[in-house]
């Protein structure tokens, strides 16, 4: 019943909340089988065990969690100036056979008690409660009252009661025994209260200190003797006791308990009953939790970051490491509400912050937080930025109680990271402006940025361009030749240039001339790559019509040429067409030099690197790219021997003879392909 109630509006309060003094009271009432109450707080709060429900009949329906004088009303009067005694001064009261009219059961009936108010201090030694032991002797008193057959009829049920008595203590799950006289005896004992002592039922009728030997260097005998004499009450919390077991080692118990005056009939002090119960195994887990606590606080205190908790709703100052102190150099924070400390950070955010994690739990993480604050006493608050968190710490019952902050501060590298920022910002600001194709990369070949160029070439956004793919705008033909130059660039560190094409918005491949420049920090190594894309289609345009123009020029000089061979009669006029053919010749001689040889020697180098960095190419493949060389150089002879021919002069030109058969031969060797694919056969008789 206790358990099921709401105590939140009660005096007492939440049940997770209620001292150490109120529970040892309330575990000694409710695991005893002999009528108790406590009456707790200024209000006297009634708590109780089943054997004191009985007693107060349909008053159970009502008595759990309510004031005493209102259980007892009818009553009050005569037993609250026996209680407010006990709350006063502290001294127990026995009050035997007393007459009490009360109205248990709906109907008010002279009832005779015999009890026992002994006062209850709290964990700080004022006295908070009553400890109430009534036992209900309305039957005896009127059995008394009657003739002598009926007094002994009456002894009858005293030894009844009495033998009852010794029955609950027998059954009860705590440790309960009565030892009695000055020497105190043990007369009754149960189970429980053998197996902590480490005996057996041979131990009744000897004396505390014969079965215990080792009590005499405890402080339990004077307490038990002060019980005696004094006829208080007395009460220990988490008490530690030494037994020396059969085995030789000694074992350390701790006990919430008891010591209450045993009376007689006639009321006289005969000894002492004895309620416990072990709490051993709750101390022993507490202890190793402030030892873990006291080891967690040391690890806090000397921690490379900054640590600090903050206690209660109001978030108080608790524990400072030195390194949380040294942000705020003399300024007092230690048992401070934070904004009373650091008025400042009112209107920042750090006070929501912190009451989300007290009410929800949720631990809150800080990156580059920035808090303006005044690093001492006098001076102007700066603004400061932190990597933090706080989290939230619970007590034994779960719940948050402080909250721990652990953090660095990060003001140097956050102003840094500000100002890079502010550079990449200006640098994209620039590279928006330039009619080239920007990129910049991290070193895997992550793409990290697009200028506008990209974009609008592209007609995509940046994540779109980005999910999409910087290769897949790349001719499918050029794709595996940069993949491997750019390798090789990542391997030695060196720029990669290409030309090669890219497809715009309407499907249409450009060229363009792509680098791509690898960006170092101090120490070699690649931070990022840089890549600039220009436009060069124009120039390939100008380069395929220059190359035609060369074509069809040439073509009409060779004919040119052979007019002017055959016609003899023209010779004035052939001169004068000479001096355009040589003006020609010139440009012809400049194009073939810069652009027609140009092809030839990549088309040689390629070969070239083919046929010595892939040794897997099979022989017929490296004939292949053999008569590839063969053909690309026969091709610049050609060049060569034309420019040569274009500068001779007609006057300066010598003949001689040449072997027919040896142009034939290398004629059939040029066209040794077609000739297999046609199937062609060339006869040729004896040349001159």
Same mark, same amino acid.
């Given at each position: 019943?206790?358990?099921?109630?709401?105590?939140?509006?009660?005096? *007492?309060?939440?049940?997770?909340?209620?001292?150490?003094?109120?529970?040892?009271?309330?575990?000694?009432?409710?695991?005893?089988?002999?009528?108790?109450?406590?009456?707790?707080?200024?209000?006297?709060?009634?708590?109780?065990?089943?054997?004191?429900?009985?007693?107060?009949?349909?008053?159970?329906?009502?008595?759990?969690?309510?004031?005493?004088?209102?259980?007892?009303?009818? @009553?009050?009067?005569?037993?609250?100036?026996?209680?407010?005694?006990?709350?006063?001064?502290?001294?127990? &009261?026995?009050?035997?056979?007393?007459?009490?009219?009360?109205?248990?059961?709906?109907?008010?009936?002279?009832?005779?008690?015999?009890?026992?108010?002994?006062?209850?201090?709290?964990?700080?030694?004022?006295?908070?409660?009553?400890?109430?032991?009534?036992?209900?002797?309305?039957?005896?008193? &009127?059995?008394?009252?009657?003739?002598?057959?009926?007094?002994?009829?009456?002894?009858?049920?005293?030894?009844?009661?009495?033998?009852?008595?010794?029955?609950?203590?027998?059954?009860?799950?705590?440790?309960?025994?009565?030892?009695?006289?000055?020497?105190? &005896?043990?007369?009754?004992?149960?189970?429980?209260?053998?197996?902590?002592?480490?005996?057996?039922?041979?131990?009744?009728?000897?004396?505390?200190?014969?079965?215990?030997?080792?009590?005499?260097?405890?402080?339990?005998?004077?307490?038990? /003797?002060?019980?005696?004499?004094?006829?208080?009450?007395?009460?220990?919390?988490?008490?530690?006791?030494?037994?020396?077991?059969?085995?030789?080692?000694?074992?350390?118990?701790?006990?919430?308990?008891?010591?209450?005056?045993?009376?007689?009939?006639?009321?006289?002090?005969?000894?002492?009953?004895?309620?416990?119960?072990?709490?051993?195994?709750?101390?022993?887990?507490?202890?190793?939790?402030?030892?873990? @606590?006291?080891?967690?606080?040391?690890?806090?205190?000397?921690?490379? @970051?900054?640590?600090?908790?903050?206690?209660?709703?109001?978030?108080?100052?608790?524990?400072?490491?030195?390194?949380?102190?040294?942000?705020?150099?003399?300024?007092?924070?230690?048992?401070?509400?934070?904004?009373?400390?650091? *008025?400042?950070?009112?209107?920042?955010?750090?006070?929501?912050?912190?009451?989300?994690?007290?009410?929800?739990?949720?631990?809150?993480?800080?990156?580059?937080?920035?808090?303006?604050?005044?690093?001492?006493?006098?001076?102007?608050?700066?603004?400061?930025?932190?990597?933090?968190?706080?989290?939230?710490?619970?007590?034994?019952?779960?719940?948050?109680?402080?909250?721990?902050?652990?953090?660095?501060?990060?003001?140097?590298?956050?102003?840094?990271?500000?100002?890079?920022?502010?550079?990449?910002?200006?640098?994209?600001?620039?590279?928006?402006?330039?009619?080239?194709?920007?990129?910049?990369?991290?070193?895997?070949?992550?793409?990290?940025?697009?200028?506008?160029?990209?974009?609008?070439?592209?007609?995509?956004?940046?994540?779109?361009?980005?999910?999409?793919?910087?290769?897949?705008?790349?001719?499918?033909?050029?794709?595996?030749?940069?993949?491997?130059?750019?390798?090789?660039? @990542?391997?030695?560190?060196?720029? /990669?240039?290409?030309?090669?094409?890219?497809?715009?918005?309407?499907?249409?491949?450009?060229?363009?001339?792509?680098?791509?420049?690898?960006?170092?920090?101090?120490?070699?190594?690649?931070?990022?790559?840089?890549?600039?894309?220009?436009?060069?289609?124009?120039?390939?345009?100008?380069?395929?019509?220059?190359?035609?123009?060369?074509?069809?020029?040439?073509?009409?000089?060779?004919?040119?040429?052979?007019?002017?061979?055959?016609?003899?009669?023209?010779?004035?006029?052939?001169?004068?067409?000479?001096?355009?053919?040589?003006?020609?010749?010139?440009?012809?001689?400049?194009?073939?030099?810069?652009?027609?040889?140009?092809?030839?020697?990549?088309?040689?180098?390629?070969?070239?690197?083919?046929?010595?960095?892939?040794?897997?190419?099979?022989?017929?493949?490296?004939?292949?790219?053999?008569?590839?060389?063969?053909?690309?150089?026969?091709?610049?002879?050609?060049?060569?021997?034309?420019?040569?021919?274009?500068?001779?002069?007609?006057?300066?030109?010598?003949?001689?003879?040449?072997?027919?058969?040896?142009?034939?031969?290398?004629?059939?060797?040029?066209?040794?392909?077609?000739?297999?694919?046609?199937?062609?056969?060339?006869?040729?008789?004896?040349?001159?």
């Amino acid at each position: 019943m206790i358990n099921a109630m709401d105590w939140t509006n009660h005096p *007492p309060g939440d049940i997770g909340q209620w001292s150490h003094s109120l529970r040892a009271a309330l575990g000694i009432c409710l695991n005893s089988f002999f009528p108790m109450s406590v009456m707790w707080g200024d209000d006297l709060i009634m708590f109780y065990n089943d054997a004191y429900s009985e007693l107060i009949g349909e008053k159970h329906l009502m008595a759990p969690g309510a004031k005493a004088s209102r259980v007892w009303s009818e @009553a009050w009067p005569q037993m609250g100036i026996t209680i407010e005694g006990v709350l006063q001064n502290g001294t127990a &009261r026995w009050c035997e056979d007393q007459l009490l009219i009360i109205d248990r059961n709906g109907v008010p009936e002279n009832c005779f008690f015999t009890s026992s108010y002994s006062a209850i201090r709290d964990d700080n030694g004022e006295i908070a409660g009553v400890f109430w032991a009534i036992n209900d002797t309305s039957k005896r008193v &009127r059995a008394m009252a009657h003739q002598h057959t009926e007094q002994v009829l009456a002894s009858r049920k005293i030894e009844e009661s009495e033998e009852r008595f010794r029955n609950l203590v027998y059954k009860a799950s705590s440790p309960i025994c009565i030892l009695k006289g000055e020497d105190m &005896r043990l007369e009754v004992a149960n189970d429980p209260l053998y197996a902590v002592w480490g005996v057996d039922k041979s131990a009744l009728g000897k004396t505390f200190l014969e079965i215990i030997p080792e009590m005499k260097d405890q402080p339990f005998m004077g307490w038990l /003797l002060e019980v005696y004499n004094s006829g208080i009450t007395h009460y220990g919390n988490e008490q530690a006791a030494y037994f020396e077991r059969s085995n030789g080692e000694r074992e350390t118990a701790y006990f919430n308990f008891v010591y209450q005056p045993y009376r007689e009939n006639n009321g006289m002090i005969s000894g002492v009953i004895v309620f416990a119960t072990d709490v051993t195994e709750l101390v022993v887990a507490r202890k190793k939790m402030e030892q873990q @606590a006291t080891m967690v606080t040391g690890l806090l205190m000397t921690a490379p @970051a900054f640590v600090c908790t903050l206690k209660g709703k109001d978030h108080v100052y608790d524990l400072i490491n030195e390194r949380y102190q040294k942000i705020f150099g003399n300024r007092i924070l230690k048992n401070r509400p934070i904004l009373e400390a650091l *008025p400042e950070l009112d209107g920042q955010g750090i006070i929501a912050k912190l009451d989300h994690v007290f009410t929800t739990g949720e631990t809150y993480v800080g990156i580059d937080n920035p808090v303006t604050l005044s690093r001492d006493e006098g001076l102007a608050p700066e603004l400061c930025y932190f990597n933090f968190s706080y989290q939230p710490m619970y007590n034994e019952e779960g719940e948050i109680y402080s909250i721990l902050v652990f953090g660095y501060e990060v003001t140097d590298k956050a102003m840094f990271n500000q100002k890079m920022k502010e550079s990449e910002s200006h640098f994209r600001q620039m590279a928006d402006l330039m009619p080239s194709k920007i990129t910049s990369a991290t070193p895997d070949g992550g793409v990290t940025y697009y200028n506008k160029e990209w974009l609008d070439y592209s007609d995509m956004s940046f994540d779109e361009l980005k999910s999409f793919g910087y290769h897949k705008l790349m001719h499918p033909d050029e794709v595996p030749v940069f993949q491997k130059l750019l390798a090789e660039a @990542a391997n030695d560190g060196k720029t /990669l240039e290409m030309e090669m094409r890219f497809i715009n918005r309407q499907g249409e491949y450009i060229w363009h001339l792509n680098r791509a420049s690898p960006i170092k920090d101090k120490d070699g190594h690649i931070k990022m790559w840089l890549g600039v894309t220009s436009n060069i289609q124009h120039q390939k345009s100008q380069e395929e019509a220059l190359e035609k123009a060369v074509i069809n020029r040439t073509i009409k000089l060779e004919e040119a040429n052979e007019k002017l061979l055959f016609e003899n009669e023209e010779k004035g006029k052939r001169a004068a067409e000479l001096v355009v053919v040589n003006r020609d010749l010139q440009a012809f001689t400049f194009i073939s030099s810069h652009h027609l040889q140009e092809p030839l020697r990549k088309i040689q180098t390629y070969a070239s690197l083919i046929l010595e960095r892939e040794p897997q190419l099979s022989e017929e493949g490296k004939y292949h790219f053999q008569r590839i060389q063969s053909s690309a150089s026969r091709m610049q002879h050609l060049i060569k021997d034309l420019l040569s021919y274009s500068n001779t002069h007609v006057t300066d030109r010598t003949f001689e003879n040449v072997d027919l058969n040896a142009i034939v031969d290398a004629i059939k060797n040029d066209l040794a392909e077609t000739i297999l694919e046609k199937n062609a056969v060339i006869e040729t008789s004896s040349l001159c």
